[in-house]
């Protein structure tokens, strides 16, 4: 076991499908995993969160977080693998950045929890269950605000090749390089800087394959967004959503950089933007609103209320 890289793999609150996608690497998983010494992943093998609190502090070497910290026992078990892993990666975008949960902050507590369990109408119980289960956190932190995170994978999920590139640098001792590039670094189409007609929505008009889908009025946040994933959305017709967030310093505020975006490509009226645009939080801070300049202001509210 010695000449095998040591790894505890832990699940905050998510969807499972980061973890999910390290399958994703297929026939590559036979060069990676022999090379591997899997201390801890509850999620797949029948490990007890005691055994993690039972090694050594940084007896680790890597440990991988998936999800975000929205309970009392992510909180725990996030701090606790700091304090066992030599090296600590934010997996996925709701580790990276707070992700789609993360848009729950923008609502009170207590009515995202009508929303699930009062409101809801396949659930007609009207019980908010409590009895053995951990507390819940007032809103979504980013990660990074709760413990230091040493490398940082985004997406919705990662890429198969971005996480192979990832363990294959961790197993050689190699220095991980992540590109710093936008997503528009890798889009094909051909841009003219020319100003947005209109907004359209993704199936309004039939768009010109070889033109910037921005500049011809779909909104898409390919120029505010890491392009780890080397644009396959956008080479394939469709926008960019973002699941990346943003680009390195990547805890700057991705939505806020693509409205101004948007403002330099569409000198339309304020009004035509506010009814074209009907969701802007959940547009332009899908991935990042927990890491986002309103994002902070709402966590602190939160702090403040509670003092």
Not at 71 to 81: G, I, N, R
Not at 129 to 149: A, Q
Not at 177 to 185: A, G, I, R
Not at 279 to 284: C, N, Q, V
Request: hydrophobic share 35%; net charge negative; glycine share 8%.
């Amino acid at each position: 076991m010695s000449d095998k890289v040591s790894i505890a793999l832990v699940q905050g609150s998510s969807c499972w499908g980061c973890f999910q996608s390290l399958v994703d690497i297929h026939l590559r998983l036979a060069d990676v995993l022999p090379l591997l010494d899997i201390k801890f992943w509850a999620g797949v093998v029948d490990f007890k969160h005691s055994d993690l609190e039972g090694y050594p502090e940084k007896s680790i070497d890597v440990g991988i977080f998936e999800g975000s910290a929205r309970t009392s026992d992510d909180v725990h078990h996030l701090k606790v693998l700091r304090e066992k892993c030599k090296t600590l990666i934010a997996f996925g975008s709701c580790s990276c950045f707070g992700g789609i949960p993360g848009l729950a902050n923008f609502s009170e507590i207590d009515d995202a929890l009508a929303t699930k369990f009062k409101t809801r109408p396949t659930y007609d119980n009207e019980t908010i269950p409590s009895e053995n289960l951990p507390t819940i956190e007032p809103v979504i932190l980013p990660n990074n605000e709760i413990v230091d995170f040493d490398i940082f994978l985004p997406g919705c999920p990662p890429t198969s090749d971005l996480i192979h590139t990832a363990l294959t640098a961790l197993i050689k001792g190699e220095e991980l390089e992540l590109p710093p590039h936008t997503v528009c670094h890798y889009c094909s189409r051909e841009k003219k800087e020319t100003p947005l007609p209109d907004v359209l929505k993704p199936y309004q008009g039939k768009a010109d394959p070889d033109r910037c889908l921005l500049e011809q009025g779909y909104i898409c946040l390919g120029g505010s967004t890491w392009g780890l994933c080397e644009g396959q959305c956008v080479n394939k017709g469709a926008t960019c959503r973002g699941c990346f967030g943003p680009v390195p310093p990547i805890m700057q505020d991705q939505g806020a950089t693509a409205i101004s975006m948007i403002g330099t490509y569409a000198p339309l009226e304020p009004e035509l933007l506010k009814e074209k645009i009907k969701d802007p939080l959940g547009l332009f801070w899908r991935f990042s609103y927990a890491t986002s300049h309103l994002g902070h202001i709402r966590a602190k509210r939160e702090e403040v209320k509670n003092e």
